[in-house]
């Protein structure tokens, strides 16, 4: 049955591209999720296998990366553009390229106190959660007598772009990291709290406000720490809650280290200052734990937050 070959395309997908932009201590962020698809006189490599016209998915990646670099992320329409206009005219086999570009928006940690040294008027200019898409959650149980409320809530998407650091760890024969001491700290907030509220219904806490204030002591905790470990930024989140929310008797966190690795940029000519990075998905870190009042028992489930 003779067969011929139809519509192809090819290139790299997914290429998840995080720009830092410095402007003195205030940074910016770009981060884009660009997947490249390159067509053009591809018979011959499909038909018998000639890579002669093939420019590598590898390097179209690297190109991405680079261009963050060279010509920064303005847009994601502008970056497009330039990736684009870069494959065709530069590859006489290729004749169509298509860019195609997810952006996830982020903003500004906002804080209450101007008392920290990496505030300015009332943000952290390193600090910022990713826009709308966390979950709120919560499990009521009653057993006709007394109430158990926790409440909480997941994928909350924050990253501190500076003020982060790791090193002085355990190294054995398999240790291969790198000692970080200007790191991107990332992580998806997955949180559960308990109320010490049990019986009396004159005095149920203000659920709503409750809420928006764990979640705004957790961000502004997230933001003011300088961190040495994504723990220790856990432990100061839990114990900024229970500090300054009396109803709250114990946090539990599940924290996922996103990791996000600098590129090396210096096989094409270019020093990456801690600008450009490779936003890993997996695996990751995962470091969870319980914050306690003083003298509380335990009672949040250890896998709660994993649900
Ligand atoms: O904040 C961190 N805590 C760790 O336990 C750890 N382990 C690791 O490889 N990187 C990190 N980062």
Known sequence: MPTILGQNQYGKAENRVVKITRDGDTHHIKDLNVSVALSGDMDDVHYSGSNANVLPTDTTKNTVFAFAKEYGIESAEQFGIHLARHFVSSQEPIHRARIRIEEYAWERIATSDGNSRFIGADEVKHSFARKGQETRVSQITYDGENWEVISGLKDLTVMNSTNSEFWGYVKDKYTTLKEAYDRILATDVSARWRYNWTSDEQRMPNWEKS??????????????????????????????????????????F????????????????????????????????????????DGVEPKIPVDMTNL
């Open 254 to 293: 599940s924290l996922p280290n996103n990791h996000h690795f600098l590129v090396d940029l210096e096989p094409f000519g270019l020093k990456n200052d801690n600008e450009v990075y490779f936003a890993a998905d997996r695996p990751y870190g995962l470091i969870e734990a319980t914050v306690l009042r």
């Open 211 to 252: 809420y928006e204030q764990a979640r705004k002591h957790m961000l502004q905790a997230f933001a003011e720490t300088y961190s040495l470990s994504l723990q220790q930024t856990l432990y100061q989140m839990g114990s900024r809650i229970i500090n300054s929310r009396s109803e709250i008797d114990e946090i539990r």
